[in-house]
């Protein structure tokens, strides 16, 4: 199954010519024959990212949106808290596993990652760290397989139908 995928990039000084992080993103989401129907960048402002995410989980060609940037612990990184304010449930696992894994590629640094997970009007958000090897090891070690259909014993995908369920 294809997941159709919107990337946003939360930066001050990248244009989607020199977003490395969301570049190396889209080449994942093209290699594992996901569909991405949407690109943005936006300014490290709450606003801004809080009004693209949340037009983006009115859409219906969208199922997932993935965040890249404003997860460190600078004063302008302010991509968590955005998602806080919208998110109807959180999933903390996200995290901890991305620290995890994290913590084998960047040592102790791991701590001062944010990277997080919601739920949001029946859409998955993962908001990534802006940098290269943060995406990217959040894409190998996590997305890559909870984003596909035939990942056992279970998987995101499989809960697309049931995530508005009252």
């Not at 991305?98 to 993962?126: D, E, M």
Request: hydrophobic share 35%; glycine share 8%.
């Amino acid at each position: 199954m294809n997941v159709n995928i919107a990337l946003l990039t939360v930066t001050d000084t990248r244009t989607l010519k020199t977003d490395r992080s969301g570049n190396i993103l889209v080449d994942k989401i093209n290699k594992a024959n996901h569909n991405l129907v949407d690109r943005k960048i936006c300014k490290d402002s709450k606003k801004a990212i809080k009004k693209i995410l949340k037009d983006w989980t009115k859409k219906k060609n969208i199922d997932v949106i993935i965040t890249t940037g404003g997860t460190g612990l600078t004063g302008r990184d302010i991509t968590p808290e955005a998602l806080d304010e919208i998110a109807d449930k959180h999933i903390p696992g996200f995290g901890e596993i991305f620290r995890t894994i994290s913590l084998k590629t960047v040592g102790t640094s791991s701590i001062q990652s944010r990277a997080c997970a919601i739920l949001a009007n029946g859409k998955y958000i993962f908001a990534l760290p802006g940098s290269s090897g943060g995406v990217t090891d959040a894409w190998d070690e996590i997305l890559v397989h909870q984003l596909d259909i035939n990942h056992t014993p279970c998987n995101f995908v499989e809960l697309f139908p049931r995530l508005k369920e009252k």
